[in-house]
Structure formats: C-alpha cells, structure tokens
C-alpha cells in the first residue's frame, strides 16, 4: 500500500457525487448522459461527469465529443489547477484537536464498522488516528478507489480540463478549492459522524456497481441512474442537502450568465447534480427554459 498523499484527497473532493467506470467503446447511444439548452442563438450543454475512471474508459460517445470541439467555454465544479492547495487545506481541516482520538469520537458500533473496512484493505485503524470522521470517511473511500484502480487523473474533469488547454478554450469553475473544502470542514460534528456512516454503508456496494452505473451512463438512462444514486441517500438527507441540493441552487446564477451570453459553452458536473426534482435540468426547465437530452 502506498503512503497516503494529497493526490487522494484531491479524487476524494468529489465523494459526494457518483463515480462510474468502465471501459470505453465505439458505440454512439441514442442518448448520452448530457443535456442541450438554447437561448439567443446560445447553445449550453450540461455534461454530466464521470469524475473517476479507469484508464481504459475511453473513448467517449461521439455526440460529448462533439459537443465539447462546438463550444468555446468550458465549465467544471472547481479549478483542476488549484486541487493541490484544496488537499492541503483539506488535510489541515480534517484533523481532530490535540489529544482527542477518532477511536473515542466515532464510539464503539461505527469504530468497530470502520475497522472491518480498513481490515479489508489491509491498512492499519491507527492511520485514522488523528482525523475528523469525515476526512477518515474520505480517505478512506479514495484508498478503496485506487485500489481498484479508479483514478480522478483519468476522469472526465481532468480529461477536458486538459483538452481545454490544448485548443485554447477558456476554462472556468463554479467553486473555488476554499469552498470545496468548506463543504466538509464546516461540517457540525453530528453531520461529520454522519458522513462517515453514509461512507462506510456506501462502500459496501460501490465498487460492485460501477458497471452497471457506468452503463446507464453511457446510454443515457435516467431513471434507473436517479434510483440507484438517490437511494443512497435516504438515511442521511443532510448529506444530500449540503453535497448536492444546495450547491444546485448556487450555481444556477453562474449557469443562467453563461446562457445569457454570446458564446456556446459546457458545464461539467457530477451527473447526480443533474438528476432529480433539485437538479439543474429540472430547475433550468422551472426558468422556462428547454432542456433536450442528447
């Protein structure tokens, strides 16, 4: 096992949203998990995004592609270049004051749950020590990806981030690292407690589900994709309304400039933040706008 470092903290960032993986084909879906709003001669694209991939996921279905060579922004949830300084920030924010012990914090029933997840990856519980039960919860989660070989190097964010790059396209972000990392620091420490059991109940099927999960995706398949990401969530409705919910609601402002503008653009998002009674396709449509799946 490698040493833990701020790379894993970085895919850890985006744990409140899906994760998929798969390997890629050739095949171009009836439909794919992204979404088209027009307004002015503006056309807006809303990606839902794969965060976390293995590296033989690609190539991508040809309409995302398409969409991405036609527009000349590209949006995602925060600024890939800053994720360092977030791990950093992050790593400070999660440790428990002097002296305290996750051991004592968690008590005994979710310590003893948290052990058996940790046995299972062969780390030992006294890594925890000194975190705040939501950064174990992270940490955690990240090492179960790497090891099953699911990398946020090789998901959609940091592939377009890239692609931005090399044609020129200017890249922007709905989050700053300071508020991505305030979204666990500021964590009350029944919400934090909170975290790291709707962590420990969600690893138990994660990994086994990302098949299925990446090919919902992959063809556009809505409603068995809302079941499956929102019935994780049923127990722990606080957590889907600071992940999820409430962030929806402060990017829509961000979103609406973009479509009021003169430039076509896409926005890159965790496909749960597009889902739902509170996702950004249904309040888009709540505006008025028409929102057509592609």
């Known amino acids: 096992m490698k040493p833990f470092r701020p790379a894993l903290v970085s895919i ?9 993986a798969s390997a890629g084909n050739d095949e171009s879906p009836d439909k794919t998990f992204m979404w088209k709003v027009e307004k002015g001669g503006t056309a807006l694209y809303l990606l839902g995004s794969i965060h976390a991939l293995r590296e033989d996921a690609y190539p991508l279905p040809q309409p995302i592609e398409s969409a991405f060579d036609e527009v000349e922004l590209v949006m995602f949830e925060m600024d890939l270049e800053q994720m360092t300084q977030a791990a950093i920030k992050m790593m400070a924010a999660g440790t428990l004051e002097e002296g305290r012990m996750l051991e004592e914090v968690v008590g ?4 003893f749950d948290f052990k058996v997840r940790v046995g299972m990856l062969d780390i030992e519980p006294s890594f925890f020590n000194h975190m705040k039960p939501w950064m174990a919860a992270l940490t955690l ?23 931005a ?3 020129g396209k200017k890249r922007l972000a709905l989050e700053t690292a300071a508020f991505q990392v305030s979204i666990f ?16 109940k969600d690893l138990e ?31 722990f409705p606080n957590v889907f309304k600071r992940m999820v919910v409430d962030r929806n609601r402060a990017w829509m402002p961000k979103i609406v400039e973009l479509l009021e503008g003169d430039r076509d653009a896409m926005v890159v998002v965790g496909s749960l933040h597009l889902v739902g009674d509170e996702g950004l396709v249904a309040l888009l449509r709540q505006q008025g706008h028409t929102v057509t799946q592609q």
């Open 108 to 111: 005994p029933e979710t310590w």
């Open 165 to 167: 790059d090399e044609t």
């Open 141 to 163: 989660a990240a090492f179960e990806l790497t090891k099953s070989g699911y990398l946020a190097t090789a998901g959609l964010d940091t592939y377009f981030s890239g692609r």
């Open 12 to 20: 850890a960032l985006f744990l409140a949203l899906p994760i998929f």
């Open 185 to 200: 620091a500021e964590l009350t420490p029944e919400q934090s407690l909170e975290f790291l059991r709707f962590t420990l």
């Open 205 to 235: 099927t994660m990994i086994p589900e990302m098949e299925r999960l990446h090919r919902d995706w992959r063809s556009g398949s809505v409603e068995p994709m809302e079941e499956l990401l929102f019935q994780g969530y049923e127990e």
